[in-house]
């Protein structure tokens, strides 16, 4: 596994997260839903949830090998332990709107698996050179 890559990656993936969580958050503002959480735990969030796709990508690849497929249920597998479940939980206390969660989920679905995609594409294994060093 190659650190540094995992970590370009991931902040690639989570760059993508944070716009696209920008342009969702602004969505659901038009529909009258305020996110009260700060900005910075939002960015902070998203770089997590992208260094995790990128970081399962790299620990999958020998079992499924490398590409876009495989990023790509590395991110859905990250969608349905990080994103998919908590707003069960939310949901079930009347916090929000359930309209307003299935707009999100279904959103991240996409998201998070695109975003896994892109910080695929930026990893690569260390060569065999490298990592005897």
């Not at 659901?28 to 995790?52: C, F, Y």
């Not at 999958?60 to 990250?78: E, S």
């Not at 969660?101 to 695929?120: C, E, F, R, T």
């Not at 260390?126 to 005897?132: G, H, K, T, Y």
């Amino acid at each position: 596994m190659n650190p540094r890559r995992v970590v370009t990656g991931g902040i690639a993936a989570g760059a993508i997260l944070a716009t696209g969580g920008a342009a969702l958050g602004r969505f659901l503002a038009e529909s009258g839903w305020a996110d009260p959480t700060p900005r910075a735990v939002v960015i902070l969030r998203a770089m997590m949830l992208g260094i995790g796709c990128v970081l399962l990508y790299a620990l999958i690849i020998p079992r499924l090998g490398a590409g876009m497929k495989t990023a790509a249920t590395a991110g859905l597998i990250v969608f349905l332990v990080g994103v998919l479940f908590p707003p069960f939980a939310i949901s079930m206390n009347g916090a929000f709107e359930a309209r307003l969660l299935l707009y999100s989920v279904i959103w991240n679905a996409v998201l998070i698996p695109v975003a896994a995609m892109a910080g695929g594409a930026l990893y690569r294994e260390l060569e065999e050179s490298q990592a005897r060093i």
